[in-house]
């Protein structure tokens, strides 16, 4: 699997079973504006992802904060947006082996809320 950039940025291929993401000793480093080790994803022994909020100001999910330390399962095309700068978020979604991403509809960014 892999995870896309909304906007810009590069794209995240999962290549072990464990890849975390942040700003500093990470598998991939996203920027200085998240935290250290902002969040891991995980592949399952049935080959699904999972992802887990590690950061102090939370991982979205689709629009809905992830329960802190919690190992929830992502699908295809799921969005997950980190907290950024004001109001912009920095946003990826998770793309299943051999799938297509369809485009990002706007209902699934948060009101108020700007993806960059």
């Given at each position: 699997?892999?995870?896309?950039?909304?906007?810009?940025?590069?794209?995240?291929?999962?290549?072990?079973?464990?890849?975390?993401?942040?700003?500093?000793?990470?598998?991939?480093?996203?920027?200085?504006?998240?935290?250290?080790?902002?969040?891991?994803?995980?592949?399952?022994?049935?080959?699904?992802?999972r992802?887990?909020?590690t950061?102090?100001?939370?991982t979205?999910?689709?629009?809905?904060r992830?329960?802190?330390?919690?190992?929830?399962?992502?699908?295809h095309?799921?969005?997950?947006?980190?907290?950024h700068v004001?109001?912009?978020?920095?946003?990826?979604?998770?793309?299943e082996?051999?799938?297509?991403?369809l485009p990002?509809?706007?209902?699934?960014?948060?009101?108020?809320s700007?993806?960059?």
């Amino acid at each position: 699997g892999s995870i896309e950039p909304v906007h810009g940025g590069r794209r995240i291929i999962l290549q072990t079973s464990t890849h975390t993401v942040g700003r500093g000793d990470v598998d991939e480093t996203i920027g200085r504006s998240v935290s250290k080790r902002h969040f891991t994803l995980a592949r399952v022994h049935d080959g699904t992802y999972r992802i887990r909020d590690t950061s102090s100001n939370g991982t979205y999910l689709n629009g809905v904060r992830l329960e802190a330390a919690a190992h929830t399962p992502l699908a295809h095309g799921d969005l997950i947006t980190l907290v950024h700068v004001g109001n912009a978020r920095l946003g990826y979604r998770f793309c299943e082996i051999g799938k297509t991403l369809l485009p990002l509809e706007a209902a699934a960014v948060p009101e108020g809320s700007t993806l960059v």
